[in-house]
């Protein structure tokens, strides 16, 4: 398997601020890493492939703007929501992609926004 | 659009019993397929892979391809009631040098005590 952490796993924020959430691969340098969002009772939904020293390819209907992604090295990929509001209030979680296909998923992050 | 479904459910067995998931997909040329498992707030869990037509099986959870039928399955045998959770069907995209994972919308199990 992998071993993925995230921070926070938890967060609550004013409408108007950016959030930071971090994904970390602990036991493998991962040149690959995707972010999901899911809201209640729904199931994933991909918002972008992150590659290691280069641009993350969104999903078709993700703002880039919105939700910047950085994994600028083999163990660190974030995700900042910026000018958050209500409605971006979801489960974020990130994978690790190892042995060419498996995807391991980190803890998620619940992001609340007021 | 390539497509995973699943039965949404719920799916409630009592303890000891078989549990049945089934997931159909749209793309014919899948290779890959996976289930995950995901406890209510929690995030998914890597149960099982499988790439070839058959049944892999590892404990007590048995996992069932068809690529003819573009049908897989799994297997839950000797239900536990921790067991309960949402079981997600995942399908790995053709083509593209990134893998990425179409998923069913899961389905709901309960396994009553």
């Known amino acids: 398997g992998a071993v993925v952490s995230q921070h926070p796993s938890w967060v609550i924020c004013k409408s108007g601020t950016s959030v930071k959430i971090e994904c970390r691969s602990l036991d493998f340098q991962a040149t690959t890493m995707f972010w999901y969002r899911q809201f209640p009772k729904q199931s994933l939904m991909l918002m972008a492939t992150?590659?290691?020293?280069?641009?993350?390819?969104?999903e078709q209907g993700v703002e880039k703007d919105k939700f910047l992604i950085n994994h600028a090295s083999l163990t660190l990929s974030t995700l900042t929501v910026t000018s958050a509001h209500p409605e971006d209030s979801s489960f974020y979680i990130c994978?690790?992609?190892?042995?060419?296909?498996?995807?391991?998923f980190g803890p998620g992050t619940r992001l609340t926004v007021l | 659009q390539k497509e995973v479904e699943q039965n949404s459910g719920p799916l409630s067995v009592p303890e000891g019993a078989i549990a049945s998931l089934n997931c159909t997909y749209s793309?014919?040329?899948?290779?890959?397929f996976f289930w995950y498992r995901q406890y209510s707030g929690k995030s998914p869990e890597l149960i099982m892979s499988?790439?070839?037509?058959g049944d892999k099986e590892d404990g007590r959870f048995t996992a069932q391809l068809n690529k003819a039928s573009q049908y897989v399955s799994l297997l839950i045998r000797d239900s536990q009631p921790s067991d309960s959770a949402t079981y997600l069907c995942?399908?790995?995209?053709?083509?593209?040098?990134?893998?990425?994972?179409?998923f069913g919308k899961g389905t709901l199990l309960t396994v009553n005590p």
């Open positions: 793309d014919r040329v899948s290779q890959s």
């Open positions: 499988i790439y070839s037509n």
């Open positions: 992150s590659n290691e020293g280069s641009k993350a390819t969104y």
């Open positions: 994978s690790v992609q190892r042995n060419t296909d498996t995807q391991y």
């Open positions: 995942a399908v790995i995209e053709s083509g593209g040098s990134n893998y990425k994972l179409t």
